[in-house]
């Protein structure tokens, strides 16, 4: 049997039965059989029967000589691969046709050996690949240590070849698309099979020394991708902690091996050619990261850290370089492993990394600085936290030790460094990208700054502790994000550094990183102001922030110094708050007294604008009037002064404006709730409320109906008493100023005179004497003041008649008259506002109405009372003064008419009578109007020339009568009531 060449079936289907098939041994080929075998393989003829070998049979021939014969075992897996080859193009073909007949033709013409009926022979190289893997299954289940090495890197640099050739082919999908590429490959008999046979000799190994299959993988994946790259997906997937472990393991020892020193780093491009793998490794390690990146972060930092340990091999003292190589090269990795790594590096990782590095040369370790800023800079996952280790680490230590472990010296000093190169280089980067223009490409990002966009208020918080180094490092960084990301970042790092500064040392940082900005960014405060009230009325900030973000910008504003410091921005500043007059006065309303209050000082110290609508200027006014008076409810009295300079400004803004404040003033200091303030009574009646139309109360329609009626009136009654109070609680507190002291309310009616003043005279704040009689008071101020009084204190005969009436027309208005004098009772504050009208001469004249109401319902009284001597009813003696002393100042009476108010506190009621008789009667003869007043430019004031109205002594003889009968008292003051 041993002599006789067996039949060519008979040894085919001998070496081709499935392993572990219940047959007899197979006797071992002789010499002489061999040769004939190896003679077949070699020519492709049939030594017996002279004819071709078939494909199919060659094939089987070479699968009989690995087996029989080790020597020609390259040989032989050598020709197997054309018949993958031929077996992977005639699947395409079958694609490329529909699966139809014609594939045969097509295949025959490009000599491909697919032979007539191309189905069939398609079939029958199935059939042998199918043999072929089960050959090679047996060999290495038999000795996986001898063959799986071997099968192993044929097997996966066939697949490497394949999909390099056919990687163009039609049908073939791009290598991008990888989930398509590997459903072509794996719907393959000839490539399924190969990866088949690749994962039997990577399972058979990883319970030993994976790294022949793994070495393998990689020299492929270096020759062949990306084409490879869906081998590469689908054997990670299969066997992802192996591989990647593998990888990692193999790609450092190629690190080595190729002569990288711990200190030697080389950028993506060099990389490639010093090391082949390490792009393999790149690209392996970027093909799983998507599913198994855990896995990939725990062996990367397990390798990190036994690259560390004492009882590390040689290879792995190139732990370090090896892994910053892999991540300059892939910032999928840098972004897998950065942050978990800045975790990992506690005070001993750190200081055995110092000493690590500790022997390097100087030049190789600031080689690998470089390469850490690098990453540093392109860097995004984390890039936050990594800012923080280095700023943490890098500060000195501090005096007062903590308990554990410290740092080392030299980690302090190299983080220093890190950070100064870090910024350094960010610096590089901002400025040189420049502004692209309509052709240009956009500019090259920063990753490491386009994370750190969403912590802009982090680093101002940082920043403002100012420790030492840190808030230095922290702030030039502020600078170069903001002009990184201009405008977002630029505005929201002042808006965050005017908010948070509670010193002038902290709010210095803002104006000097206002000073670094603005020579770089347009319009960079106009955006900052607006991101402050878009900030408020968005309801982000809470008050106490509102509060002090008001009072840094007032300092700002108020702050002097040379040119290119604080007041550069002071003065800008400045000017861009005005342009938001409305939205700030809006929040002089606010319900938070601190926030109103900051709200009026940055207002009064900013120059308003001459040009503001109407509408908003109007708004204003009527907010810094209810803000004047809630301050001086609250008698604070540095607000009480902000408040009165915001009323000032405001009235200097245009001649409109000065007019609204003083209405708004008045008006308001005779409310209910702010007439307290000045001793007023805060009780309204309904008669009085009827009417005050518009003047914010509510008017009540049966007290009005009441008055033009006849209903009976039953004060007095059991009414009365019931309304005097509550049972059980006592009478009703009374009206007026029972719980304020006079010195209180002579300072607040002081206060409000002198505000007024100011803004009588234009807001010149360096003219506030009290002294009113002396006091320049511009005419067409003090004429608005009579205006606001007269529409206060009897609004329906404001615009009324100023000639005085004849004696009938006076008998009809006694309601009103008696009106108006309770309304003086009432107020205190009426005759000091009657006071500075009259010092703005002729505005007393627009007063007319209320004049005569009050001297006719003094005169009333006078004529009516019983009293001995007017020290009986002081409020009237000390009314009648007041107000013959008011038109006497006004020019509406003669010197000698307008001084016996000084004698009233010493005559009888009915000698008043008749002397306030006496001046009724001039003023009816001689009306008191505006015309009979001219102004003298030279002096800049209104007079009144008295010789023009005629003899004034018919008017003096019931006071010189007065005189005479009291000689005896009043002789000495006989003199001053001559003409």
């Not at 491009?269 to 970027?286: F, N, Q």
């Not at 009325?537 to 008001?550: S, V």
């Not at 009064?604 to 908003?616: D, E, F, Q, T």
């Not at 003033?665 to 309204?684: D, H, I, M, P, Q």
Request: proline fraction near 6%; glycine fraction near 8%.
């Amino acid at each position: 049997m041993r002599g006789r060449v067996p039949s060519r079936p008979a040894a085919m289907s001998a070496l081709c039965d499935p392993p572990g098939a219940a047959s007899p041994p197979r006797p071992p080929l002789s010499a002489q059989e061999l040769g004939q075998e190896v003679k077949a393989f070699l020519s492709g003829v049939d030594p017996v029967h002279g004819t071709k070998l078939s494909p199919k049979e060659h094939a089987r021939c070479a699968l009989l000589l690995l087996r029989s014969l080790p020597p020609a075992r390259h040989a032989a897996l050598e020709h197997l691969r054309s018949v993958f080859d031929e077996q992977v193009c005639a699947h395409l073909l079958e694609r490329e046709n529909g699966g139809g007949t014609a594939a045969s033709a097509t295949a025959s013409s490009a000599g491909l050996g697919v032979g007539v009926g191309g189905r069939a022979a398609a079939s029958g190289l199935e059939e042998v690949v199918q043999e072929v893997q089960r050959a090679l299954a047996e060999f290495v289940r038999a000795n996986p240590k001898a063959w799986a090495p071997v099968v192993s890197a044929w097997s996966i640099d066939l697949m490497g070849q394949l999909s390099s050739k056919y990687a163009g082919r039609h049908g073939v999908p791009h290598a991008s698309s990888l989930n398509e590429l590997l459903q072509l490959w794996m719907s393959c008999k000839a490539t399924r099979t190969l990866m088949e046979i690749y994962t039997q000799c990577l399972s058979a190994m990883i319970g030993g020394c994976p790294d022949a299959c793994v070495d393998a993988l990689l020299d492929t994946s270096v020759q062949h991708s990306p084409h490879f790259d869906w081998v590469v997906a689908h054997i990670g997937s299969s066997f992802p902690n192996t591989i990647i472990n593998r990888v990692l393991s193999c790609g450092l020892k190629d690190f080595c091996a190729h002569g990288a020193a711990p200190g030697d780093l080389l950028f993506p491009a060099a990389a490639d050619k010093r090391v082949p793998k390490i792009a393999s490794v790149v690209g392996i390690l970027g093909h799983l990261a998507s599913r198994h990146s855990g896995s990939i972060k725990q062996e990367l930092l397990r390798m990190f850290h036994e690259s560390l340990g004492p009882t590390r091999d040689q290879h792995q003292k190139a732990a370090v370089p090896f892994l910053l190589q892999l991540a300059v090269m892939s910032p999928a990795l840098l972004g897998t492993i950065s942050s978990e790594l800045v975790d990992s590096l506690k005070p001993n990782v750190l200081n055995q990394l110092h000493q690590h590095f500790a022997s390097l040369p100087r030049e190789d370790l600031e080689n690998m600085v470089s390469i850490v800023v690098h990453l540093i800079c392109q860097t995004s996952a984390g890039a936050y936290r990594i800012l923080q280790f280095l700023v943490n680490t890098a500060m000195p230590a501090s005096v007062i030790t903590p308990p554990g472990l410290t740092l080392h010296d030299g980690v302090r000093e190299a983080c220093d460094r890190v950070i100064q190169l870090l910024l350094l280089n960010l610096q590089k980067l901002v400025y040189n990208r420049g502004g692209p223009g309509l052709a240009d490409s956009p500019p090259r990002p920063v990753p490491f700054l386009d994370a750190l966009k969403a912590h802009v208020r982090e680093l101002c918080v940082e920043t403002l502790r100012l420790e030492r180094k840190r808030f230095l490092w922290q702030h030039q960084l502020l600078g170069l994000l903001a002009v990184y990301s201009a405008p977002h970042c630029a505005t929201d790092a002042l808006f965050f550094l005017l908010t948070l500064a509670r010193t002038q040392e902290e709010l210095a940082l803002a104006t000097q990183l206002y000073a670094v900005l603005s020579s770089c960014l347009v319009d960079l405060l106009p955006a900052t102001v607006k991101t402050c009230v878009c900030q408020i009325h968005a309801g982000r900030l809470p008050e106490p922030q509102i509060a002090q973000l008001f009072r840094n910008l007032a300092l700002v504003v108020q702050w002097e110094g040379g040119e290119g410091g604080p007041a550069a921005m002071g003065v800008q500043l400045g000017a861009v708050v005005a342009r938001h007059l409305h939205d700030f006065g809006q929040l002089l309303l606010h319900r938070s007294p601190e926030v109103a209050e900051a709200a009026c000082l940055l207002l009064s110290v900013c120059p308003l604008p001459r040009a503001v609508p109407p509408a908003h200027l109007l708004a204003a006014v009527r907010a810094a009037v209810h803000q004047f008076f809630a301050v001086l409810r609250r008698q604070n009295p540095a607000n009480l002064c902000y408040s009165g300079r915001l009323l000032a400004r405001l009235s200097a803004v245009s001649p409109a404006a000065a007019k609204a404040v003083l209405q708004q003033l008045v008006e308001g200091a005779l409310r209910g709730g702010n007439a307290e303030l000045f001793g007023g009574s805060a009780e309204k009646t309904g008669e009085e409320e009827a009417g005050r139309e518009g003047s914010g109360g509510d008017v009540s329609l049966l007290d009005v109906n009441r008055r033009f009626t006849a209903a009976v009136n039953f004060s007095g009654g059991v009414w009365s008493v019931f309304h005097a109070g509550v049972i059980g609680r006592g009478l009703k507190p009374a009206s007026g100023t029972g719980e304020r002291a006079p010195e209180e309310l002579a300072h607040n009616a002081q206060t409000f005179l002198s505000l007024l003043l100011r803004c009588c005279r234009g807001g010149r704040s360096g003219e506030t004497s009290p002294d009113l009689s002396v006091a320049g008071i511009n005419p067409e101020a003090a004429k608005a003041v009579a205006a606001a009084l007269v529409e206060s204190v009897c609004p329906e005969a404001a615009g009324g008649e100023l000639a005085w009436p004849p004696e009938e027309q006076a008998r009809g208005t006694v309601e009103r008259d008696l009106r108006i004098c309770r309304r003086f009772r009432d107020h205190p504050l009426l005759f000091p506002l009657l006071r500075l009208v009259a010092a703005g001469r002729p505005a007393l004249c627009y007063c007319s109405v209320l004049l005569r109401g009050l001297l006719a319902s003094l005169m009333a009284y006078w004529e009516a009372c019983r009293e001995s001597r007017t020290a009986g009813s002081p409020w009237h003696l000390q009314a009648s003064c007041s107000l013959v002393a008011c038109m006497a100042e006004g020019s509406l009476l003669p010197p000698v008419l307008g001084n016996m108010h000084e004698i009233f506190h010493q005559l009888a009621p009915f000698e008043v009578h008749l002397l306030l008789l006496s001046v009724w009667d001039y003023l009816r003869d001689n009306s008191p109007l505006p015309q009979k007043f001219t102004f003298q430019a030279e002096r800049g004031v209104f007079l009144r020339d008295f010789s023009r109205d005629g003899d004034v002594g018919k008017h003096l003889a019931v006071l010189h009568s007065v005189l005479h009968k009291n000689i005896h008292r009043l002789g000495l003051l006989a003199g001053r009531f001559r003409p």
